[in-house]
Nanobody, 125 residues
């Protein structure tokens, strides 16, 4: 049984920071690309950031570039998303994903079949 469990969401004022974590269990994802997605109320799911397994290169959506940082600790089987300078439009449920196809040119698509349950991030103005 493979599980991805996110944590670290919460309520924060605009301009603030949060750090999301995603712990994987059931198998190791050290050789898998991983990513973060989000879904805002009434909107489709959108890609946020991804990280390769081989060289830990990263890829970001334009909307979060220079504000969010994705990282991973393979020894702990954990994925992180450091979110700074948060904006009200960052409000969404954030989901961890593992096993997708990663390239420096095209990013992270399609996503993998493994998803977490999501963690709510709410940014107040």
């Amino acid at each position: 049984q493979v599980t991805l469990v996110e944590s670290g969401g919460g309520l924060v004022q605009a301009g603030g920071s949060l750090r999301l974590s995603c712990v994987a269990s059931g198998r190791t994802f050290a050789s898998s690309a991983m990513g973060w997605f989000r879904r805002a109320p009434g909107k489709d799911r959108e890609f946020v950031a991804a990280i390769a397994w081989r060289d830990s290169s990263t890829y970001y959506a334009d909307s979060v570039k220079d504000r969010f940082t994705i990282s991973r600790d393979n020894a702990k089987n954990t994925l992180y998303l450091q979110m700074n300078s948060l904006k009200p439009e960052d409000t969404a449920v954030y989901y961890c994903n593992a096993g997708g196809d990663y390239s420096k040119l095209y990013g992270y698509r399609p996503p993998g079949v493994y998803w977490g349950q999501g963690t709510q991030v709410t940014v107040s103005s």
